[in-house]
């Protein structure tokens, strides 16, 4: 009996982690916490910063200037996108207090969506969570799976990151993603961000060209 056959990987989502350096993390720390947060209660969604324009300030142009440089190659070699530059089109700070936790949901309007943990007082706090896009999310509840140590890649319908310091996470932006409750005592903070090319979408030949 034949044991090798060809797998073919089909439609494949990538998603980018990256490990800021310390010393360009450290160098913004006390701007991000200087921030003004909006406590509003939001039910199945957290708090965020006032200010959704965060990497348009001057003080955070080397974080910027960073990210949009892991943005570029997970872009041209990952997604295989053509675009030659690219700019945050909105970024802020997402938090969870205790109790609090975020809903599934994608980032209509973005090409490219992106997570940074940056607080190291919280490590224990919750993951992000990624879900299955396709029919078989809905579908494998009716099946039968072997326990999670045993299974692959193709089989599961979520993937958790855990909250590491420093950790950047780029990924597209239809991806479906949800944070689940802190439970925790501490506030879960990370910056959040939204990435579009620099001159538009699209292309002028198709007629479906949006140019900002």
Not at 9 to 33: G, Q, V
Not at 108 to 127: A, D, M, Q, R
Not at 175 to 181: G, I
């Amino acid at each position: 009996m034949k044991t090798q056959h060809p797998i073919i990987s089909l439609f494949p989502t990538p998603l980018y982690i990256d490990y800021l350096p310390e010393d360009l993390l450290k160098d913004h720390i006390s701007f991000l916490n200087q921030e003004e947060i909006l406590h509003l209660k939001r039910d199945n969604y957290g708090e965020c910063s006032k200010n959704t324009y965060l990497l348009h300030q001057d003080h955070y142009k080397n974080l910027n200037s960073y990210i949009l440089q892991q943005a570029t190659y997970y872009a041209e070699n990952y997604l295989s996108y053509n675009y030659i530059n690219y700019k945050f089109s909105q970024s802020w700070i997402s938090v969870k207090n205790p109790e609090q936790s975020h809903n599934q949901h994608h980032h209509p309007h973005s090409l490219i969506s992106g997570v940074l943990f940056y607080e190291k007082n919280n490590t224990e706090t919750s993951s992000i969570t990624f879900h299955r896009n396709d029919k078989y999310s809905e579908t494998i509840t009716s099946h039968k799976t072997k326990p999670d140590n045993l299974r692959n890649d193709f089989s599961f319908t979520s993937y958790d990151i855990y909250y590491k310091p420093n950790t950047l996470i780029l990924f597209p932006s239809f991806l479906q993603h949800s944070v689940s409750k802190n439970t925790t005592p501490l506030s879960r903070k990370s910056l959040a961000f939204n990435i579009v090319p620099k001159d538009g979408f699209g292309k002028k030949d198709n007629l479906c060209e949006l140019k900002f």
